[in-house]
């Protein structure tokens, strides 16, 4: 998977609980195999008071896209909390299931094929840590955020590069000496 330096950042306030967030998806292009997954990490930095607990993820697709996205963020088990002044990343690995999410090509998808949409996370923003003792979720509670991105996912074929044909060629040469070698 071919990983793009480009990014993202927007900016998310709320006057009701002086919070305010940075969201960062990276990376925004992400070129995923045909049949295979991309996926976005993410830099959540909250620059608010309150403590921000970030749920889920939603990718808003074309109606007529060939693939699907699954929330990687909602399948975790850990409660995903970030402190006031403080900032939470996570790089996307798909054995782990972590980051933002991935996107599945389907297996009849042209290469070249690029889909553009609105990646969106869901967080809730709570004046006490979840983790202290005295936390109560429903007086603790001061609102619920998000913030979105635009994001592109372009399918490509796997093309063999030619150094893995020549270590072929070398291979069966190798396999044909020997098997000459030994008919002797």
């Known amino acids: 998977m071919k990983k793009l330096t480009q ?9 009701a609980a002086s919070q305010a967030a940075t969201i960062t998806f990276t990376p925004v292009s992400v070129v995923g195999e045909i049949g295979g997954v991309g ?3 993410f830099s959540f930095v ?5 403590y921000a607990v970030l749920n889920q993820t939603t990718f808003d697709q074309p109606a007529d896209a ?12 850990n409660l995903l909390v970030v402190a ?9 690995n798909a054995n782990a299931l972590l980051g933002a999410g991935e996107y599945a090509f389907g297996s009849d998808v042209t290469p070249g094929t690029t889909v553009t949409g609105t ?11 979840p983790f202290a003792p005295t ?13 979105s991105g635009s994001v592109t996912i372009t399918a490509f074929s796997a093309v063999p590069e030619p ?10 040469g190798v396999v044909a000496f020997v098997r000459k070698g030994a008919s002797r």
């Open 163 to 172: 150094s893995g044909y020549l270590l072929l060629a070398v291979g069966l």
């Open 46 to 50: 909250n620059d608010g008071s309150g």
């Open 66 to 77: 060939d693939g699907s996205y699954t929330d990687l963020l909602g399948l975790q088990s």
């Open 7 to 15: 990014f993202v950042v927007l900016t998310l306030s709320w006057a």
């Open 39 to 41: 996926g976005f990490g």
């Open 84 to 92: 006031p002044n403080a900032t939470f990343l996570q790089s996307f």
């Open 135 to 147: 936390f109560d979720a429903f007086t603790d509670y001061l609102s619920s955020q998000q913030v």
């Open 119 to 129: 990646l969106t996370l869901d967080y809730d923003v709570y004046s006490v840590s």
